[in-house]
């Protein structure tokens, strides 16, 4: 079983919706990632936390809107998504800094398989 | 939806045979090489890393071999197993550094091949 839990596993939305998609870690990591994954595609980096500060966002539209309300917790509010955006995401942490890095690469949670319709 | 002729490369081999995987990456700066293999369902799993000061690592039943001169990266699966059969992608890191100390490394991964092993 990971360490790093997103839920849902799955969801449906309609473009006019607006959801959210949670991911929570307990080994005391204080960088944590979004990643989106197309079908039959590596994952591709959308933003990235470090010490609860939001450190890189990769040119993402602002459909997409990530918060980190604490070092255990990352969230990803959706609203206004396109079929396109249909995708598994990816949540991820790692221990902030070379050497933590090394020690401790990247963790991943399972992902949310999000459809939109 | 998914484009029209894009295939990720695959690679069959029977159970116990050796598996090699190979991976280009792109930026020669890169510090530090991760492959993950990832099963349908589930997020990538760490397998094993290296970082750019060596050449060649030793886990249990896989090696990483990094050749920083033409930028590959290949893995290698010792008696393969069913269980082995999965996306396998090489992930490069190349770290950030910000004023005040902090840091994080950015990780872009590779294409990924499809390993299948037949029993």
């Known amino acids: 079983d990971t360490e790093v839990t997103q839920t849902p596993k799955h969801l449906v939305m309609g473009m006019t919706n607006k959801k959210s998609l949670k991911c929570e870690q307990h080994m005391g990591h204080r960088a944590m990632y979004w990643y989106k994954q197309k079908a039959k595609k590596p994952p591709e980096l959308m933003f990235v936390?470090?010490?609860?500060?939001?450190?890189i966002n990769e040119s993402v539209p602002s459909r997409f809107s990530p918060e980190c309300p604490n070092s255990s917790l990352l969230n990803l509010h959706l609203h206004a998504l396109q079929p396109e955006d249909s995708a598994l995401y990816l949540c991820a942490s790692s221990q902030d800094g070379t050497g933590g890095f090394y020690n401790s690469p990247l963790h991943f949670g399972n992902g949310t398989r999000l459809t939109v319709t | 939806g998914e484009s029209v002729g894009l295939h990720l490369p695959t690679l069959s081999v029977q159970e116990g045979d050796n598996s090699i995987i190979n991976c280009a990456y792109s930026n020669s700066a890169s510090d530090y090489f991760i492959w993950y293999k990832q099963e349908s369902g589930k997020g990538p799993q760490f397998i094993i890393d290296i970082r750019s000061n060596m050449d060649k690592r030793q886990g249990q039943r896989v090696t990483v071999l990094l050749n920083k001169t033409v930028k590959h990266l290949s893995l290698q699966i010792a008696a393969t197993q069913p269980g082995d059969s999965a996306v396998y992608f090489c992930a490069e890191i190349f770290f950030f550094f910000f004023a005040g100390g902090t840091s994080y490394g950015k990780l872009t991964f590779g294409q990924g091949t499809i390993l299948t092993v037949h029993p």
């Open positions: 936390y470090s010490y609860e500060k939001l450190s």
